[in-house]
Structures are given as structure tokens and as C-alpha cells.
């Protein structure tokens, strides 16, 4: 029903910025949860930021006052501001959705997952 396909991702030294975008294709999903996931090679999948149906938005302490989450429901679309960027932060970027009630917090409470952006962080 929904597809979501991530982009913006790429290379960059520390303290540069990248903007993620996340598409969604199928059922719209304004009543949804959108979040972001990283995952780095040999470390599990890990929450990075969320933001609600009411554009509450959520982040890990990691990446708190660094990224911002927004969306447009009118066009479908979910962006992830990355600024000040840290070789920590290296990993593939996946976008999902998760309804409305679940945490926002774990991945199992995401139904649609897109397929990874890499971002790499070089000091």
C-alpha cells in the first residue's frame, strides 16, 4: 500500500550538512507517524528522530539541537536536516512510518521502511 524511497544522501566532511528526503508513494499517510532510522555496519538499527501527526517531533540525544525532521503531507514527503554533521553519524538512513498509538521510539512500530540512503561522515 505505501512505498517509501529515501534521497540526499552522500559524502561530507565533519560540520557539513545534508537534507534527507523521504517519499511516500500509495496511501497517503497524514495519520501516520514518520520516522528515521540509521544503521551502522556491525551496530544494530538505531532510532534517530520521529515526528508525529500532530508535528511533535522526537529525537535522540545524539543528534538533539544537530537535526531537524519536518514533513508535507501535501506532497507526501519527509525531510531530515542534518547540520554539523559528525563521523559518528555515518551510517545508511532509513525512513518509516508507523500508525498513529505505537512509540515512536522502536523500529517495530514502523509498517513501511524505504530501502536506505548511505551518509558518510569523513573527519
Known amino acids: 500500500q505505501v512505498q517509501l524511497v529515501e534521497s540526499g544522501g552522500g559524502s561530507v566532511q565533519a560540520g557539513g550538512s545534508l537534507r534527507l528526503s523521504c517519499a511516500a508513494s500509495g496511501r497517503t499517510f497524514s495519520t501516520y507517524s514518520m520516522g528515521w532510522f540509521r544503521q551502522a555496519p556491525g551496530k544494530e538499527r538505531e532510532f534517530v528522530a520521529a515526528?508525529?501527526?500532530?508535528?511533535?517531533?522526537y529525537y535522540t540525544d545524539s543528534v538533539k539541537g544537530r537535526f531537524t525532521i519536518s514533513r508535507d503531507n501535501a506532497k507526501n514527503t519527509m525531510f531530515l536536516q542534518m547540520d554539523s554533521l559528525k563521523p559518528e553519524d555515518t551510517a545508511v538512513y532509513y525512513c518509516?512510518?508507523?500508525?498513529?498509538?505505537?512509540?515512536?521510539?522502536?523500529?517495530?512500530?514502523?509498517?513501511?521502511w524505504g530501502q536506505g540512503t548511505q551518509v558518510t561522515v569523513s573527519s
Open positions: 518509516a512510518i508507523a500508525p498513529w498509538g505505537r512509540s515512536v521510539w522502536v523500529p517495530k512500530s514502523y509498517d513501511y
Open positions: 515526528i508525529t501527526r500532530s508535528a511533535s517531533g
